[in-house]
């Protein structure tokens, strides 16, 4: 007869899997980084060479006999976010001809602040992450974020912070709050009890590494980058408690888990009116209830995730991202309700090559006791 496991075992294997796979997952990354500190002229630098001008090949000496030659026009080899610098326009100036000999390379410390943050601190839109880490060009130090949204009654304010280390790893922590607005009235409302909290907070320690770097063996190839987003919210077994095991009986395990991501962008030169485009898509186990800020399911459900962003200007970028929801609680009424899938549209500002601001709107459906459609936010973002 086979074996039931108790819960705790199966999330504890769960667990033990996910170490397995990050350590893979840095193994990777390392590889990678020796691999560009032997050949750095030739690794791709993904985040920092979106709208910065080709430098030019230098034309071949004509022998005597021969007319001058003709530069190559854009070829499938230039299909990466390091060589279509040229297909994003040339009016920006910058990016000086590499000497003879050299492959063209982008100026260290030029290029957009992009990508953004995502609300749980890692590189990507608004709400789902990019393969392109943050601020990974080279000798690059830390980025800083804050971000506002205002859902309905309520409000989320997150503060993060990220390292790249050798444009392979990325190190990042994120500070989310939120605001409950009127979900603890209800809350004593339907049973009598105070809460005690009018807002909550979840803590964020992220890492991701490029796996796979965009352009590798073939032109087609996408980045492809592996996270790990250890996530804390200690509020919510206190409000159990207070509630007498209440929210543990939607099916809420513990308050803090742990989500595994494997996201991989291709940016697509000259496809929108001679302007790039990048598309993401993504895989996400995570136990999470609404992100984790409601606390942590007992088994992990797969979702996917993708967005399709468009540089319309050198300083401007308009996105859409969705991002698939599955409900790890059971429904309770009105009070706690089914969470839905997210969908936000973004526009994002290039002020300089250190910052940028965007601002986006969603629709977010279920958000705890409430439906969600009318969502807006901003943020600003800073790289040192």
């Known amino acids: 007869m086979k074996k039931a496991f108790p819960p705790e075992t199966r999330v504890a294997r769960w667990h033990r899997w996910g170490t397995v796979c990050m350590a893979w997952v840095l193994v990777c990354a390392g590889a990678s980084a020796a691999a560009l500190a032997q050949d750095p002229i030739n690794s791709p630098d993904a985040t920092r060479s979106l709208y910065l001008p080709a430098a030019e090949e230098p034309a071949a000496e004509p022998a005597v006999e021969q007319g001058p030659a003709i530069e190559p026009a854009l070829t499938l080899d230039a299909l990466s976010m390091d060589t279509i610098v ?25 290029g957009p602040c992009l990508p953004l943050f995502t609300v749980e601190g890692t590189g990507g ?3 789902v992450p990019m393969a392109y880490l943050v601020n990974a060009g080279p000798g690059a130090g830390p980025t800083g974020g804050y971000t506002f949204v205002k859902i309905g009654k309520k409000t989320i304010h997150q503060a993060s912070i990220t390292q790249t280390i050798l444009g392979r790893l990325e190190l990042g922590y994120a500070l989310v709050t939120v605001d409950l607005g009127d979900f603890p009235r209800d809350v004593q409302k339907h049973t009598g009890v105070d809460i005690g909290f009018s807002h909550i907070v979840m803590h964020n ?10 352009g590798t063996c073939s032109p087609y190839m996408p980045a ?5 987003t250890f996530k804390y919210t200690p509020a919510v077994q206190e409000i159990d408690r207070r509630l007498g095991r209440g929210v543990r009986a939607l099916g809420m395990e513990r308050s803090n888990g742990t989500d595994f991501t494997l996201t991989a962008s291709k940016t697509i030169p000259n496809v929108c009116f001679g302007r790039p485009v ?4 993504g895989l996400r186990f995570s136990q999470g209830a609404q992100l984790g800020l409601l606390g942590f399911g007992d088994a992990y459900r797969l979702t996917a995730e993708g967005s399709v962003c468009v540089p319309v200007t050198d300083w401007m970028a308009i996105a859409y991202e969705y991002r698939q929801k ?3 609680y059971r429904r309770l009424g009105s009070l706690v309700g089914e969470e839905d899938s997210w969908h936000t549209l973004c526009l ?3 002020l300089n090559e250190h910052c940028a601001l965007a601002c986006g709107w969603g ?5 705890i006791n409430h439906r969600e459609e009318g969502v807006w936010g901003f943020q600003f973002k800073y790289e040192f």
């Open 86 to 110: 040229g297909a994003i326009g040339e009016e920006g100036g910058g990016g000086a001809a590499a000497p003879a000999g050299e492959p063209a390379k982008a100026p260290a410390g030029d």
């Open 125 to 127: 839109g608004l709400i």
């Open 205 to 214: 320690f992220n890492v991701r590494g490029l796996v796979v770097p965009e």
């Open 224 to 228: 492809i980058t592996g996270g790990v």
């Open 278 to 281: 990048m598309v993401t898509g």
């Open 326 to 328: 599955k409900n790890p």
């Open 348 to 350: 994002a500002f290039i």
């Open 363 to 367: 629709d977010f459906g279920y958000m």
